[in-house]
Structures are given as structure tokens and as C-alpha cells.
């Protein structure tokens, strides 16, 4: 009995620190109202950050704090005469430290849910409903079988869904190795270590 309770009170604590799953909102950098711009004769630079848990992804935003990154929508502009190579052309500082980007599957690994974790749901399958009529008589119903995988099997199938569709966007708006034509506005998510909101700055090298 006492093994029952401490697992149960194990399950409970995983659970509530947890939760259930959480779906993927997408960021859509186009959409974005940016808040913050640094413009020079050569580049139109805005960006935003915070923009994981302004669009409802809390699950993901939790995690960019805890990890220290930061995912940061941009949006740039080639004011020059030349086509501009990215990042290859570009030098983005925030405050006064160089930024090293980090690769999508990179940020991806760091800031998914996880799905195993969902798997502590099966632990409701040996769970009975006990009801009793007027005579007294009590009727025991095996709820657990279809409770815990049931639960299990949402959580698991929402959390990986949702990691899917957070792994796309960061490929879909990945700005690595993308050239950025005369006149051209191109938007996108960055990622880099961070654990504050230092202001970015975006300016061409050797400029």
C-alpha cells in the first residue's frame, strides 16, 4: 500500500509540473507587428522578440527561459546596390556581444516538448469506477483501460504533432545561407543564446 501511495504521489507531482500537451501556434514573422528597428542607409532591420509566447506557445517559451535562448522574428531589407548573402554579409550584435546563430534543429532539440513523458498516463489503467445501487450492491467498471491509454495517446499524438509544426516553421523562416536581393525584404526567426533582451543590431561587415 505504502508503494501504491508514493507512486501516486509521484505520478501527481510529474503530472502537475507537466501538464497536457499544448499545440503549436504558428509565429508567421510577416504578420508581426515589430516593435523594434534599427535602419542604417544600407539595411531596414527590425526584429521581435518573445514572439513563442506572445502567439500562446508557453510550453516553448518556458523552456526558451530555462534554456537561455532567445527566438526572435526579423525582418531586413537590402537597401544597397548588391545582393547580400546571409549570414555571410551580415554582422548582428546584441548589446555589445557578436550573435552566433544557432541551426533550427538546434533550437528545435532544445525547446520541444516532450513526448515519453506522457507515457506516466498509463499508469490510470488499473483505475475502477466502484458504483452501488439502492440494495447496496456495488458494480465495479475498469475505466483505467480506456482513461489511461486514451490520455496517453492524445497527449503523446498533440505534443509531437506540435513539435512538427514548430521544427517547420524554423526551416520555413530559416535565413542561413539565403540571398537577399537589391530592394528585397525578407523575414525570419533567429535564435541565439541569450538570457536577456539586449537591443540587436544588424550591419554589414567590414563596413
Do not use: W
Not at 518573445?50 to 502567439?55: H, S
Not at 513526448?115 to 506516466?120: A, D, F
Not at 498533440?158 to 540571398?179: I, P, T
Amino acid at each position: 500500500m505504502k508503494h501504491f501511495l508514493l507512486l501516486l504521489s509521484l505520478f501527481a507531482g510529474t503530472l502537475f509540473s507537466t501538464g497536457c500537451a499544448s499545440s503549436y501556434h504558428s509565429t508567421h514573422p510577416p504578420s508581426n507587428y515589430f516593435n523594434s528597428t534599427e535602419n542604417t542607409d544600407e539595411l531596414a532591420f527590425s526584429y521581435r522578440y518573445d514572439v513563442l509566447r506572445e502567439k500562446g506557445n508557453k510550453k516553448y517559451a518556458k523552456k526558451e527561459d530555462k534554456k537561455g535562448l532567445r527566438v526572435v522574428a526579423v525582418k531586413i531589407t537590402n537597401n544597397t546596390e548588391r545582393p547580400l548573402f546571409f549570414p555571410e554579409d551580415f554582422e548582428i550584435t546584441s548589446g555589445h556581444q557578436s550573435v552566433y546563430l544557432l541551426e533550427p534543429d538546434y533550437i528545435h532539440s532544445k525547446l520541444k516538448q516532450g513526448v515519453p513523458i506522457y507515457l506516466l498516463y498509463l499508469l490510470l489503467t488499473p483505475m475502477k469506477l466502484y458504483t452501488s445501487n439502492n440494495t447496496g450492491d456495488v458494480t465495479t467498471t475498469e475505466i483505467g483501460y480506456v482513461l489511461g491509454p486514451g490520455i496517453t495517446a492524445l497527449n503523446m499524438g498533440m505534443a509531437a504533432n506540435a513539435n512538427n509544426k514548430f521544427k517547420r516553421e524554423l526551416l520555413e523562416y530559416n535565413l542561413a545561407n539565403q540571398v537577399i536581393e537589391v530592394g528585397e525584404t525578407v523575414y525570419g526567426i533567429i535564435g541565439f543564446q541569450s538570457i536577456g533582451y539586449a537591443p540587436l543590431k544588424l550591419k554589414l561587415k567590414n563596413e
